[in-house]
């Protein structure tokens, strides 16, 4: 009986642990792509940060950049693998990694949330910014830049709008919205994708008048049915018609705001 409660809970876990490798759209040694782990000086927040930048390994021309910014569980191969995804669209990709204070990405889900509390807050703010600082200015990028975050990195999707110029184009999924004070700041163009049985963050009373009020180019994507986290396709609770989608808009607000002059 033990023995039998041991396994049926060891299935249960293993159902609900991310499943990053039959999950994987784009290997990580694929040819089309030319990947590594670059550092980058974020002398107001860490001090130095890292993440992982893919690129086409071959492109004409100068390609837009994009910033891909993680779940509170550090850059983990999911993230990566959605780095790899935007780069097949060319565009030069960086995921930076708010754990590499703290070593990195520690391999282990529930030891990587448990990590972000021994961050230092304002600090982690800043390590975002540093990265797209450094972003701007990479060789073959074509000086636009926009942003897609999930969860925690949805909101500092947002907080990253609220810092012109830094993107022309900002997509945060299922993030708390920005202060309402920072709203008139953003002038990058906005897809907000929101789950619709989210009500922690969707208790944004406010957000969209404020968006309004401000001019801010925006439009809201809240597929029904969905929860929190419906994009990670490494997880139970992703929807894949409703993620595809809101990876299409999420392209082709990148397609109008950082290809096109």
Not at 72 to 81: T, V, Y
Not at 100 to 122: K, M
Not at 128 to 146: E, I, S, T
Not at 216 to 239: I, K, Q, S, W
Request: charged content about 25%; overall charge positive; proline content about 9%.
């Amino acid at each position: 009986m033990l023995r039998g409660g041991a396994s049926g809970a060891a299935g249960l876990l293993a159902a609900l642990s991310p499943q990053f490798a039959a999950a994987r759209q784009v290997k990580p040694d694929d040819k089309r792509l030319s990947a590594r782990y670059a550092g980058y000086a974020s002398p107001r927040g860490h001090g130095t940060g890292r993440g992982c930048r893919v690129r086409p390994a071959e492109a004409a021309g100068p390609l837009p950049t994009a910033l891909v910014i993680h779940e509170n569980r550090g850059l983990n191969p999911h993230i990566e693998d959605v780095a790899r995804r935007l780069a097949l669209e060319n565009y030069i990709a960086f995921a930076p990694d708010a754990l590499f204070p703290l070593g990195g990405y520690p391999g282990d889900e529930d030891r990587a949330r448990a990590g972000f509390a021994r961050l230092d807050p304002a600090k982690t703010r800043q390590d975002p910014l540093a990265a797209a600082d450094m972003l701007r200015g990479v060789d073959g990028g074509n000086g636009r830049m926009g942003a897609v975050g999930f969860c925690w990195g949805g909101a500092m999707t947002s907080f990253l709008a609220t810092r012109p110029p830094d993107l022309r184009a900002a997509a945060p999924f299922y993030g708390p919205a920005p202060a309402a004070e920072d709203v008139p700041k953003i002038e990058a163009g906005l897809l907000a994708v929101l789950a619709e049985n989210d009500e922690r963050v969707n208790a944004r009373p406010g957000y969209e008048q404020a968006l309004k009020q401000a001019g801010v180019r925006y439009a809201l994507y809240p597929p029904p049915g969905t929860e929190h986290g419906f994009h990670n396709d490494t997880m139970p609770r992703c929807d894949a018609d409703a993620a595809k989608e809101a990876w299409r808009r999420t392209l082709a607000l990148f397609e109008r705001t950082l290809r096109r002059a």
